[in-house]
């Protein structure tokens, strides 16, 4: 019940005209940006942190978190009318939803999804609302041990199920663990790797960090696509509505998709596309007809776009309760808690009740915001689909670079910025994940606080770690995980394997162009067709 | 010549990083009042994980070279763009870079207003050519938009530089 009273008073925070504007603001960017293929949730949240400096904290984590399911929701409309995943997380939308646009039901379509979505954004909100006080409660009990135990599970999960090499992985979260060593420490007030620099004392700066990694790499990709060839948009015409025949197929297979959707979201590391996946293939595996699936079947549609918006509730039930990330985008919006003044975590119910609920009753308002705003404005907002990409580079770099500036009125920041940029690059060239990096950089300096602390209670006595049931226990969660995921490489999973094949299998026909990027998982970046993406007719 | 595979510049970069993070590391005084470990110890922890991910990444290209030959699977992202365009987009991702740079050089001294309106000015007229209207407008309109957005409404006034004499 004190999840249902938890609620009610979040109504009363996030339903005053304020809140429910930027609420709106935040969907509707969060919409726009998942139509313009090249900018994924991270890189937008990114984008925006600075625009949300003066703000109060509740509002402009309202917008933020607006924008984050805002891309979730509008991943979908270049999934089906451009055959070109919004974002990572709608790449499973593409299979069938472009067909059955192809089909002349691309408003139909366009209409199962934002259904499927508003409800699986629903029931997302209600289970996070009534399973992260629990797990909050649970997480009070933590110590320093339990607490690095924990950081270390998350970690080892997000490097383990990342990209398609293990080593990599891991290569990203100790580099930025690295990185997030970098300034004085805190306990002992040593300045540490700053090269004799003012500006890193006070720690690389995450914005400066995720912009450039995120949004000034991803510039690089478009820069690629631009010189590519062409986009092949199918026109939305009549209603945007179903049939009740569609509909039939469709609600049942969005609510499966919303299960499977949340138990990804709430496992750190597995994130949309792993949901989309798995749901797409449960729906092909339990159908009387798969032969439909591949040519137009509306349940390969609703269940995808579920299990996403269900996995995007989902990973704010570790962030809200235990202060631990579950995807790329969500660790952005760590980020911006943290310099906000506010650390996500268990005492986050205790100590700032009005922001936690006012931000969960918030994402209530901004779901039956976006099925408002996806139903009839659909197709006017898919005119966006036609603003020149040689634009949308400049803007993205003018924002990022203005954002960075703005920060400390420091160019230092721009220099890092676009060396951040330049690794962003390396890093898709190299097939290397970047949501790693950017876990190992934010949960770095809780991860050495606690380890630390840990050793100072236990008297330097590294078996305290093993002493605690709780943090033994993840601890060997994550040798297990580790495990796993080596056994995973090794023997990948056939239904997997067939996902990907029908995607790549796509490209049979001249308008797919379409891959997996080498990042699926808790990096739901940006997605982009490879050789043709960009120029618009 | 045999060509070095992009994997092994990797993993060569990552042990001179690691090393160069355990030189630097080394450095730091260890004294630490109360704190058993000091602040040396978890850094050198990360570089020696740094190490151990070398050695997978390299364990792992083993077992990549050993695997049977499979056959070629289809073109993922980048690489299908060998040849001409492969090369123009290097250029071209050179080019943006290092005009970016030049744009972040100069930004304090010249100013915000000038020197963005030049950087846009020059990305659109080679990404969005011949449309000089559109390009002028988008440029003038953008710097305008974001320098009142951070100065008036966010209260971080942008670099003024010729400007403000």
Redesign the interface.
Same mark, same amino acid.
């Given at each position: 019940m004190e999840g249902f009273y938890g609620v009610m008073h979040g109504l009363t925070i996030a339903a005053t005209p304020t809140h429910m504007l930027y609420t709106l603001i935040g969907v509707f960017i969060g919409t726009m940006i998942s139509h313009l293929p090249g900018i994924g949730p991270s890189a937008g949240i990114a984008l925006l942190i /600075?625009?949300t400096?003066?703000m109060d904290p509740t509002t402009a984590l309202m917008m933020l978190i607006g924008i984050y399911y805002g891309c979730m929701y509008g991943g979908a409309v270049t999934a089906i009318l451009l055959n070109t995943p919004g974002d990572a997380a709608a790449v499973m939308t593409v299979l069938d939803g472009y067909p059955l646009a192809r089909a002349g039901r691309a408003a139909a379509t366009l209409a199962i999804a934002a259904t499927s979505s508003f409800i699986a954004g629903m029931i997302g909100v209600t289970a996070l609302s009534f399973i992260a006080l629990p797990l909050a409660a649970v997480a009070l009990k933590f110590g320093p041990t339990e607490y690095f135990a924990l950081i270390f599970f998350a970690l080892s999960t997000v490097s383990a199920l990342n990209g398609e090499?293990? $080593?990599?992985g891991?290569?990203a979260?100790? #580099?930025g &663990?690295?990185i997030g060593?970098v300034g004085i420490?805190l306990?002992?007030g040593?300045p +540490?790797?700053t090269m004799g620099l003012t500006q890193l004392q006070d720690r690389v700066s995450f914005l400066v960090v995720v912009v450039g990694l995120f949004a000034?790499a991803e %510039?690089?990709r478009m820069?690629?696509g631009? #010189? =590519?060839g062409h986009m092949h948009a199918v026109k939305v015409k009549g209603r945007i509505m179903f049939t009740r025949k569609e509909f039939g197929l469709a609600w049942p297979a969005a609510l499966r998709g919303t299960a499977i959707g949340f138990f990804c979201g709430a496992a750190p590391g597995l994130g949309g596309t792993i949901a989309a996946m798995l749901s797409y293939i449960f729906e092909k595996k339990i159908s009387k007809t798969p032969e439909r699936f591949g040519k137009g079947a509306i349940e390969g549609v609703a269940a995808p776009e579920a299990a996403t918006n269900a996995d995007s509730c989902g990973a704010f039930v570790h962030l809200l309760a235990l202060g631990v990330p579950g995807s790329g985008a969500t660790a952005v919006i760590m980020g911006a808690f943290i310099m906000y003044g506010i650390q996500p975590g268990p005492m986050l119910f205790q100590t700032q009740p009005d922001l936690v609920w006012g931000l969960i009753a918030s994402m209530y308002i901004g779901n039956v915001m976006l099925l408002v705003l996806n139903m009839p404005l659909v197709g006017l907002l898919a005119k966006i689909l036609y603003v *020149?990409?040689?634009?949308l580079?400049?803007?993205i #770099?003018?924002?990022a670079? $203005?954002g960075v500036?703005?920060f400390h009125?420091d *160019?230092f920041d #721009?220099?890092l910025a &676009?060396g951040f =940029? %330049?690794l962003g690059?390396a890093f +898709?060239? &190299?097939g290397?994940p970047k949501a790693p990096l950017l876990f190992g950089l934010i949960l770095g300096h809780t991860l050495?606080q606690s380890? +630390?602390q840990a050793?100072?209670i236990s +008297?330097?006595d590294a078996s305290v770690f093993l002493r605690s049931p709780i943090a033994a226990g993840l601890l060997t969660c994550s040798a297990l995980m580790f495990a796993a995921s080596v056994w995973r490489k090794r023997r990948p999973s056939r239904t997997l394997q067939e996902a990907e094949r029908r995607i790549?299998g796509e490209?049979e026909s001249p308008e797919a162009l379409l891959?997996? *990027? /080498?990042d699926l998982g808790a990096d739901s970046g940006s997605f982009t067709r490879? $050789?043709a993406a960009g120029r618009r007719p | 010549m045999k060509k070095i595979s992009p994997d092994a510049v990797l993993i060569a970069c990552v042990v001179l990083f690691a090393v160069a993070y355990l030189w630097a590391d080394s450095l730091l005084p260890a004294s630490s009042l109360g704190d058993p470990l000091g602040p040396r110890v978890f850094p050198a922890l990360v570089g020696g994980g740094l190490l151990l991910s070398a050695v997978l990444m390299v364990v792992e290209l083993v077992a990549k070279s050993r695997a049977p030959a499979k056959a070629p699977e289809a073109p993922v992202e980048d690489d299908a763009q060998d040849g001409p365009t492969s090369r123009q987009s290097a250029w071209t991702l050179a080019g943006v870079a290092l005009w970016t740079a030049a744009y972040y050089v100069t930004l304090e001294r010249v100013g915000y207003l000038i020197c963005t309106l030049v950087f846009l000015g020059g990305l659109l007229s080679y990404f969005n050519r011949g449309r000089y209207w559109v390009n002028a407008i988008v440029a003038i309109a953008f710097t305008l938009i974001v320098d009142a957005l951070f100065t008036y409404a966010l209260g971080t006034p942008m670099a003024e530089g010729w400007l403000s004499i």
């Open positions: /600075p625009v400096f003066g090499s293990i $080593a990599k891991m290569m979260v100790f #580099l &663990l690295a060593t420490d306990q002992s040593v +540490r790797f000034i %510039v690089s820069v690629e631009h #010189l =590519g *020149p990409t040689g634009v580079i400049c803007v #770099l003018g924002i670079s $203005a500036y703005s009125s *160019p #721009l220099y &676009l =940029g %330049v690059f +898709r060239k &190299l290397i050495e380890f +630390r050793m100072t +008297r330097g790549k490209d891959t997996i *990027p /080498p490879p $050789a | -």
